[in-house]
């Protein structure tokens, strides 16, 4: 079976402070993909980022980077530098290479950053 | 248009009636998905469409639940018989093919039943 877990529920923290939220993951499959979503106050599900697992090269996009680890079944998200706007719902999911790539979600975890 | 779109906006709705809601996926999309949001349960899988047929329907979570997609592109998800506990933020996603599995999702009807 497959499962995400997102153990941090909600995050708080001061505008500029680095913050990481974390992923683990379950699959019995070899090759998979995983993904982060952000959902902001209006609801919209925005896509930020996939990874194969075949490719554990960590990604930087700006102040956000990702790090992969296969040995450990992590995918953990990092903001640099946090700003007000970040503040939103962040879901990490998990879909296989076969079949149609139904998405399974973890619960989320709700990044409140304050001025 | 540029992306998916899905109406209506809000519903409300009594106990009991029944409600049609509509997902208009990125033009070209051939698979497109169905989820359901709602507190403390998450994002739920509901139903997934390739073309117009739906090889997977587990995650109806009744007979009340049923959808159809029509031309390959609009897809309606019919709840009747609404309860209370059908409240919540149905979501629907579309992909380029079953291979490329970055999905992008709607705004999302939230459906509120009194």
């Known amino acids: 079976a497959q499962k995400v877990t997102q153990a941090q529920t909600e995050i708080s923290v001061v505008e500029k402070e680095d913050v990481t939220l974390d992923c683990v993951y379950e699959t019995r499959d070899t090759t998979y993909y995983l993904f982060w979503y952000k959902q902001p106050p209006s609801g919209e599900l925005v896509f930020l980022i996939r990874r194969n697992s075949f490719d554990e090269q960590n990604e930087i996009s700006g102040r956000y980077s990702w790090n992969f680890q296969k040995s450990t079944s992590s995918f953990n998200f990092t903001i640099t530098a946090s700003q007000v706007v970040d503040s939103a719902v962040y879901f990490c999911?998990?879909?296989?290479?076969?079949?149609?790539?139904?998405?399974?979600f973890g619960a989320g975890t709700r990044l409140a950053v304050h001025p | 248009g540029a992306g998916v779109s899905q109406s209506p906006s809000n519903k409300v709705t009594e106990k009991g009636k029944d409600v049609e809601l509509r997902c208009d996926p990125i033009s070209g999309h051939t698979a497109l998905y169905w989820y359901r949001q709602s507190l403390g349960q998450g994002l739920e899988f509901l139903i997934y469409?390739?073309?117009?047929?739906?090889?997977?329907k587990s995650g109806l979570p009744s007979d009340r639940f049923s959808a159809e997609r029509t031309g390959g592109s609009v897809s309606t998800l019919t709840i009747q018989r609404t309860q209370q506990e059908d409240s919540a933020v149905y979501l629907c996603?579309?992909?380029?093919?079953?291979?490329?599995?970055?999905?992008?999702f709607g705004p999302g009807t939230r459906l509120t039943v009194l």
């Open positions: 999911a998990l879909t296989s290479s076969g079949g149609y790539n139904k998405l399974i």
């Open positions: 996603a579309s992909s380029l093919q079953d291979r490329r599995p970055t999905k992008f």
């Open positions: 469409f390739q073309g117009n047929s739906a090889p997977d």
